[in-house]
């Protein structure tokens, strides 16, 4: 058995895995049992499969590819402000769509300041409208969060290993062959699964930047199912049709995503002594600063469209931000409760179940899980009472995903190179969390509770469903803004969000590396 | 001794608690919001009803009715408050709606005879865009020109399918035809009037799907007159709103006094400014200043809700085959 030679057990794990998934399914499995017999997938609802499957390859391919030189840039330099860039770029991710949406069309609409520039030397205004708006607003959302995955592949490779490699005078390629590739062959796959898996439930995207019923997605056509039609089986049977595409995505991921880890290290400060040319410099350079543009022109919108309606926002918003942060940190502490058990699960040989059930969170549309759970909750309790517990733990749910992602390698890492050693000297359970394992994993453990909280402060999933008038989160309260015309306010309370989210993540993943890399 | 003068006090309290009576009406968000009409409607009914009324906001009329089936016979709602013509018979064939006892004299552009469902306020569907603009005058202009649109996506949005219904109620049989020529106007197609709102406020295209009242807004909560919105001379297809309470409410009579009190003055008076639309019975106040200001339709359009309901599924293959193009 895999568990005997190390110190911890997989038990854990396991147990918690199977909770997290039955916990999905058995939404799921309530809006079956709730359904009556349905109309069934029509030729419809197989051309948004198909205009969903199309989109998300897109989405994930630019994303990750232009992430790669990015993360690489933000590896190799060392620069005033490169902290803050990494949070800010965390940024996007957490935005309700509506305000992103907003904010890119600021920068790239038909009245947005690249068309006002553009329009000064004569040319037409772009036309955002169509796949490649989709696709670009997309990567506006997962750019940043595939360069931090692949950021923490290259950091996860021991400081060591790159002084050696500058005492042998590897060069580019060398160095590209040794280290690099190896260990983008790692990363990359589970990234851009991860970010398939975003784009597979998108809707609201897909539909106002898609510029119309063409870029119909699955989700478009669950909540048709459920709103329009209040046909269940079809939205089950399309929710299914969506958790085999990101299961089928996930296990190719995980096939491909092979290899050994780099070895142990000290834990030093990485120090880079390639890439010191002036072409590397330049190279990285540009990549910088057009990754910062793209996301940052956007934000800065966002920020002036919102300091206006800063003041006049009113009590309740801020009431809803409070509620906003509560459930952000509750969603924070549950996530790792769950997160780190199934990490060890898997890093000790267990993978292949637990990691899916960790994936069901994204798999499985928000609006399936609500409706799921309100079937569920509602004989025994009152669904408005328990509106901020169940929040906080399906939106646990849904960064279950990232955290196991960014857990996963690191807790794999460590085992392998502790393990043995930890065991002759009888180190096992709570005495090797402690000493060895959290100590070496809290970078990752900042970085997932950060992601967790800013994506539960940002999220407006399942508080739609169970909100009454008292109990609002700050995103929802954003959109009755929004539907009372109170545009100015909305953008206040919008740039209230994008503080809040950024804040918590900066604070979690600050504190998580405290040590390391200055 | 302590404890059970503490435990008698404690029960005396919830028994006290419990003697008020709570009536739970659902609605949809921005009724329930700050800036919507349900505070001072929670405020002025419960004032003489002797009892908690509990506004609950429900995602949009759709998602209501969606709730309501969800919930079925068990449901804690007494009233259901937010549902539109569009929607009514769907209610209706879930058994779960009683028949009401409201009487008004309607301000309404017809006369209103349902068993069921009691409105409380009304208004146009209409592209709204800048007041300096040259505006069309109907659908075949709109097509004719260059002019840009956002609408709302008919199936994740009421809004959405009031424009299908407009074009059906006015056009018929010619309704494709119509949506062909307006495809390449059609600049997008949001999940919901917020996003379509927003787009337009932000300069993103001339004309958004919005109502006859939404200038009013502009010009009433912001002093602002450069919204407006265009008058098409096939007529305007309305939305009514309309409420009903649920044959298993628990509080049946206080549901009544609600229902009558919705057509009252006092809640009546606070809709223009809050919901923006025009009230079902016109206030002793009249309307408040700046909706004469307000376009009005020669000709007013609504199918009954048979004909909506029989309609709601051809009118959504039209429209999608004509935009998918």
């Keep these: ?120 030397f004569g040319f037409e205004p772009l036309q955002i409208y169509g796949l490649h708006g989709v696709v670009l607003a997309h990567v506006f959302f997962n750019l940043p969060l595939a360069t931090r995955l692949i950021l923490q592949g290259w950091q996860e490779i021991p400081a060591e290993r790159f002084r050696l490699a500058a005492q042998i005078n590897a060069d580019r390629r060398a160095m590209w062959q040794l280290l690099e590739a190896p260990m983008l062959r790692q990363v ?152 780190l058990p199934m990490a060890v699960a898997v890093a000790l040989g267990r ?46 749910l849904m960064s279950l995903p990232f955290a196991l992602r960014i857990l996963i390698p690191r807790v794999r890492e460590v085992l392998a190179r502790y393990g043995r050693l930890s065991l002759s000297l009888d180190m096992r359970g709570g005495v090797f969390l402690r000493r060895v394992l959290l100590p070496r994993l809290r970078p990752q453990i900042g970085f997932a509770a950060g992601l967790a909280a800013a994506l539960s402060m940002g999220d407006l999933g399942v508080i739609a469903l169970f909100a009454d008038s008292e109990t609002a989160t700050l995103p929802l309260q954003i959109y009755r803004l929004m539907g009372a015309y109170r545009m100015e306010a909305a953008s206040g309370g919008a740039l209230l969000l994008l503080c809040l989210s950024m804040g918590a993540f900066y604070i979690l993943d600050r504190g998580g590396r405290r040590h390391a890399e200055t | ?25 659902y609605t949809y968000d921005s009724f329930v919001s700050d800036w919507g009409p349900g505070p001072a409607v929670e405020k002025a009914f419960e004032a003489t009803c002797g009892c908690d009324l509990k506004l609950v906001g429900a995602g949009d009329g759709a998602a209501l009715l969606a709730r309501v089936k969800l919930e079925g016979a068990r449901s804690d709602a007494d009233v259901v408050l937010g549902l539109d013509t569009n929607l009514t018979a769907a209610a209706k064939e879930t058994g779960l709606f009683a028949d009401h006892s409201v009487s008004a004299d309607y301000a309404l552009p017809f006369a209103w005879e349902d068993a069921t469902f009691a409105p409380y306020d009304w208004g146009y569907f209409a592209f709204v865009h ?88 502009h010009l009433i909560a912001e002093e602002d007159a450069s919204k407006a919105a265009a008058v098409f001379d096939e007529g305007h297809y ?14 049946p009579e206080l549901a009544d006094q609600f229902l009558a009190f919705m057509v009252s003055d006092a809640f009546q008076s606070v809709i223009p400014t809050t919901n923006w639309m025009y009230p079902a019975v016109t206030p002793a106040e009249g309307l408040p200043k700046g909706f004469e200001t307000l376009v009005s339709p020669e000709k007013s359009l609504l199918l009954s809700e048979d004909e909506a309901a029989a309609l709601r599924d051809v009118a959504l293959d039209e429209w999608l085959t004509a935009l998918s193009r």
């Excluded at chain 1, 490169?82 to 790239?108: D, K, N």
């Excluded at chain 1, 669904?383 to 929040?391: C, E, I, K």
């Design chain 1, 351 to 396: 993978g292949g179940l637990v990691e899916l059930s960790g994936l069901l969170g994204l798999a499985v549309s928000p609006l399936v899980i609500g409706t799921g759970l309100f079937i569920l909750i509602y004989p025994v309790a009152d669904p408005f009472a328990l509106a901020l517990p169940v929040t906080a733990v399906v939106n646990a």
């Design chain 2, 238 to 251: 309305m939305q009514v709103e309309v409420a009903g309470k649920l044959a298993n409410s628990d509080q």
């Design chain 1, 1 to 120: 058995m895999a568990d005997r030679a190390q110190p911890l057990r997989s038990r854990w794990g396991l147990g918690v895995a199977a909770c997290v998934a039955a916990l999905i399914l058995g939404a799921l499995a309530a809006v079956v049992w709730r359904a009556e017999v349905g109309r069934g997938i029509g030729p419809a609802d197989w051309a948004a499969i198909r205009f969903t499957l199309m989109q998300a390859v897109l989405s994930a391919l630019f994303s990750v590819v232009l992430a790669v030189p990015v993360a690489r840039a933000l590896a190799r330099r060392r620069f005033v402000g490169r902290r803050v860039l990494i949070a800010l770029m965390g940024a996007p991710f957490i935005l309700p769509v509506i305000v992103a949406i907003l904010g890119i069309l600021a920068v790239f609409g038909r009245s947005g300041w690249l068309s006002d520039l553009l329009g000064l």
């Design chain 2, 1 to 25: 001794m302590k404890h059970l003068v503490l435990a008698a006090g404690l029960l005396g309290a919830t028994a006290a608690y419990a003697d008020t009576p709570e009536l739970i009406v």
């Design chain 2, 130 to 217: 800048k007041a300096d603009a040259v505006a069309p005058q109907n659908f075949g202009e709109l097509a004719a020109s260059d002019l840009k649109i956002v609408i709302q996506d008919p199936r994740s949005s009421t809004p959405g399918l009031g424009l299908l219904m407009w074009v059906k109620a006015a056009y018929g049989d010619k309704a494709p035809e119509v949506w062909d020529g307006l495809a390449d106007n059609v600049l997008t197609v949001t999940k919901g009037w917020s996003e379509a709102y927003g787009l337009f406020l932000e300069g993103e295209a001339d004309m958004v799907l919005s109502y006859t009242t939404s200038p009013a807004y």
């Design chain 1, 188 to 339: 990359v796959p589970g990234a851009l699964a991860v970010v398939f898996a975003i784009c597979l439930s998108s809707f609201a995207v897909a539909l106002t930047l898609g510029g119309g019923p063409r870029a119909t997605t699955i989700e478009l056509a669950i909540y048709q199912a459920f709103r329009f039609d209040f046909d269940l089986a079809r939205a089950a049977l399309l929710s299914g049709v969506q958790l085999l595409l990101t299961g089928a995505a996930a296990l190719v991921a995980l096939r491909v995503a092979t290899g050994e880890g780099f070895g142990a290290g000290l834990d030093r400060p990485v120090r880079r002594w390639d890439g010191q040319g002036a072409l590397a410099r330049v190279l990285d350079g540009t990549c910088l600063i057009a990754a910062a543009l793209f996301l940052l022109l956007p934000l800065s919108a966002i920020v002036i469209a919102g300091l206006p309606g800063l003041l006049s926002m009113g009590a309740s918003v801020w009431l809803a931000a409070g509620n906003s942060v509560l459930i952000a940190g509750v969603s924070t502490l549950v996530l790792l409760a769950i997160a």
